[in-house]
T-cell receptor
Framework: DPKIIQKPKYLVAVTGSEKILICEQY?????MYWYRQSAKKPLEFMFS???????DNQTASSRFQPQSSKKNHLDLQITALKPDDSATYFC??????????????FGAGTRLSVL | GDSVTQTEGQVALSEEDFLTIHCNYS??????LFWYVQYPGEGPQFLFR?????EKGSSRGFEATYNKEATSFHLQKASVQESDSAVYYC?????????????FGAGTQLIVIP
């Protein structure tokens, strides 16, 4: 059974609309993250949360807002969608140990297409 | 800034061939180095990591040795199988970076021909 569940797997949206990407992890980890994978670009770090608190934000746009309603949830709200937002968004988690050696475990991703 | 370079964009091999995927990094200090594998329709899966010079990481027959002098962490496997076909990512994590921030290489697609 997958330990990190992302919903939906595929998402089609129109320009200007708003969508929420869902992520739940059942690994008992205390840190969660969002990454983005665009066509022909490396995986790109977006956000990190630890114990439901935002730790780091590497996303320039305020249109991307993570939301953590429970310890094992980290959703991603995207507003005013643009075609450039089309990408696969991966949720990940780790047991945060305060060093640089945290091993991240990724979900299967949500593939977003903005028309 | 920290970065990872994977030389090969794509590697095509026959079953039982020897695999090398090259990974070089640029980072200050002593980063932790990782290999991830991604199958179609899935997220990246952790293969293994190494945290200090000359440390060897290994999993599922794949291995890589941390070489600080050469700033490399090349992935190798002695005998590939068709089921190894996937995209392989080298990544690094450094102290002082954002929590959970991995710098990924561009990825190397491995195609194993039966």
């Amino acid at each position: 059974d997958p330990k990190i569940i992302q919903k939906p797997k595929y998402l089609v949206a129109v320009t200007g609309s708003e969508k929420i990407l869902i992520c739940e992890q059942y690994l008992g980890h205390n840190a969660m993250y969002w990454y983005r994978q665009s066509a022909k670009k490396p995986l790109e770090f977006m956000f990190s949360y630890s114990y439901q608190k935002l730790m780091d934000n590497q996303t320039a746009s305020s249109r991307f807002q993570p939301q953590s309603s429970k310890k094992n949830h980290l959703d991603l709200q995207i507003t005013a969608l643009k075609p450039d937002d089309s990408a696969t968004y991966f949720c990940a988690s780790s047991q945060e140990t305060g060093g640089s050696q945290n091993t991240l475990y990724f979900g299967a991703g949500t593939r977003l297409s903005v028309l | 800034g920290d970065s990872v370079t994977q030389t090969e964009g794509q590697v095509a091999l026959s079953e039982e061939d020897f695999l090398t995927i090259h990974c070089n990094y640029s980072a200050s200090g002593y980063p932790a180095l990782f290999w991830y594998v991604q199958y179609p329709g899935e997220g990246p899966q952790f293969l293994f990591r190494a945290s200090r010079d000359k440390e060897k990481g290994s999993s599922r027959g794949f291995e890589a040795t941390y070489n600080k002098e050469a700033t490399s962490f090349h992935l190798q496997k002695a005998s590939v199988q068709e089921s190894d076909s996937a995209v392989y990512y080298c990544a690094l994590s450094n102290r002082g970076s954002a929590l959970g921030r991995l710098h990924f290489g561009a990825g190397t697609q491995l195609i194993v021909i039966p």
